[in-house]
């Protein structure tokens, strides 16, 4: 709303600032430059004032094209989002075999945690204080009840046939979302506990993801195995 009340004398102003186009690239500068801030903070602790020097823009500017650190947070959210929901739900009901799936899976989240390590704490945040916020934002990346319907019954279909084969023993989909959702998003949702509690600094965090992708899809399959 901010952006929509300033004068047009202020909008012309903070437009013609020299070496910043008036053009998409000034708000994929911002953008950029949010998401630097965000890892650097985390998105609560984050300022607009901080993200603006970061652009290299001024206040004004960034409030013209974002108007609120929310807004911000919600445009990097949904850019990652984009590129790890709709892969991720695709890769579920692909024909791929589970482990494969398992593996590619475990890639996608691992790529997006990396590149955003402040996202899962933000979306653990907005499920507590506005989950329908959330909500509101991945209707915005995909049909979230009609992929969730779809992910979970192709996963089901899976390890009914593996339970089936004899490799592993009858399983709900949803017990096995759970456990792949606490082995592959908790370290990065948790990274500040396990640096307290344990002294993983970045540089083991940075290790156990190497493991994860490496190592996690068959660490799950043999904690369901008979």
């Known amino acids: ?17 020299k070496n910043v186009p008036d053009d998409r690239s000034t708000e994929a500068q911002i953008l950029d430059a949010a998401r630097r801030v965000f890892v650097r903070r985390g ?17 004004a500017l960034l409030h013209y094209y974002y108007r609120s650190k929310e807004n911000l947070a919600d445009a990097v959210f949904l850019e990652a989002a984009r590129h790890l929901f709709p892969p991720m739900v695709a ?11 398992l593996l590619r899976a475990i890639q996608l989240q691992t790529d997006a945690a990396t590149a955003n390590p402040f996202l ?12 329908a916020r959330l909500t509101r934002l991945l209707h915005a990346v995909l049909p979230v009840e009609t992929a969730q319907q779809q992910l979970v ?9 593996e339970a089936a084969a004899g490799r592993l023993r009858p399983t709900q989909a949803e017990t096995f979302l759970v456990a792949f959702l606490s082995l592959a998003v908790f370290p990065f949702a948790g ?28 660490t799950l399959l043999r904690a369901f195995a008979p």
């Open 153 to 161: 019954a192709a996963l089901q279909a899976d390890l009914d046939a």
């Open 191 to 218: 990274s500040h506990m396990l640096n307290t509690l344990l002294g993983l600094d970045a540089a083991a965090l940075d290790r156990l993801a190497a493991w994860r992708r490496a190592e996690l899809a068959d």
């Open 43 to 59: 998105v609560a602790a984050a300022r607009t004032q901080e993200i603006a020097d970061e652009a290299g823009v001024n206040k």
């Open 91 to 101: 890769t579920f009901v692909s024909g791929l075999p589970l482990r494969e799936k």
């Open 120 to 131: 899962p704490g933000f979306v653990m945040c907005e499920l507590r204080t506005d989950a």
């Open 1 to 17: 709303m901010f952006g929509t009340l300033l004068p047009v004398w202020i909008i012309r102003m903070v437009k013609s600032q």
